[in-house]
């Protein structure tokens, strides 16, 4: 069960935006004797993310993501996830450094669950964003980390929305900060890993921007820099010239986004002539 309350805007004059800032730093002084300390030496398996495991229809895509929050209209997390429906389980730990009772809430749009060590402690469904919902229940834990797990699922034909939020008696609502999230080395998954590799690689093609020239290739890479055409190469360059390019673009261009992709032996001149030889008679 959630209680709903509307969101509401309060303009503050200077004097008032003043105490603000006051009262602030003097309670963060006061609240901070009654925090846990820092992850401890053998708290060195913890790391910082959460583990995310979307899918839609049968395609899947995971990723470590810095806290259980997403905003999305008309549009997919990545090129893998059609737009459209989808759901998202983010799994690891959740820090808390004070003994109080939490009360958990959400920006929704969709339907969401949360659990704490297993216990369900927030359920909620909801199509208007704006509107914050809270638990009835509250939970209060000694300082320590918790395994957390968080499962969304968007709606057919609306935008995508989750936001969560805590608060405690020494503390006012806020959204929970990602630095509170954290995931151990041993859940990670081999599609994890895969995954995590297959974002390298899109990220390394989108930065030198490989599509410009091997769009065929990269039918999902549409966010690329222009790259020189190789349409009439042979009026504008000699086939030197384009051995000697191929070889290392950045000595004739410093800021060029193409990397060296031959070796310097026998087999890569082989490799970078021939390919002089064909743009030399006309690409």
Not at 181 to 192: K, M, N, T, V
């Amino acid at each position: 069960m959630v209680t709903q309350t509307p969101t509401t805007k309060k303009l503050l004059d200077p004097d008032s935006i003043a105490r603000w800032r006051v009262g602030v730093g003097m309670t963060l002084t006061l609240a901070m004797p009654l925090f846990a300390d820092e992850p401890s030496k053998e708290d060195h398996s913890f790391k910082s993310g959460l583990i995310a495991d979307y899918r839609s229809g049968a395609t899947r895509w995971s990723a470590i993501e810095a806290k259980p929050s997403l905003c999305l209209v008309n549009s997919s997390r990545h090129p893998r996830l059609a737009p459209g429906p989808f759901e998202v389980e983010w799994s690891g730990y959740i820090q808390i450094r004070q003994e109080e009772e939490i009360r958990w809430g959400v920006f929704l749009r969709g339907d969401v669950t949360l659990e704490i060590a297993g216990e369900p402690v927030l359920r909620a469904s909801g199509t208007d964003p704006t509107i914050h919902q809270r638990s009835e229940k509250t939970i209060q834990r000694e300082p320590g980390f918790y395994p957390v797990r968080i499962r969304y699922q968007s709606r057919e034909g609306r935008s995508a929305r989750v936001q969560l939020t805590w608060e405690g008696k020494n503390f006012a609502c806020e959204p929970i900060p990602a630095w509170r999230f954290f995931h151990r080395s041993q859940q990670r998954s081999d599609a994890l890993s895969h995954d995590e590799q297959a974002e390298r690689g899109r990220t390394i093609a989108q930065t030198l921007g490989c599509a410009a020239c091997h769009a065929p290739t990269l039918p999902r890479e549409s966010e690329w820099g222009a790259g020189p055409s190789l349409a009439g190469s042979n009026q504008r360059m000699s086939r030197e010239f384009i051995a000697s390019w191929l070889a290392n673009p950045r000595k004739h261009h410093p800021q060029s986004r193409m990397p060296r992709l031959f070796s310097d032996d026998e087999t890569g001149r082989a490799e970078r002539w021939l390919i002089a030889e064909f743009l030399g008679k006309g690409a």
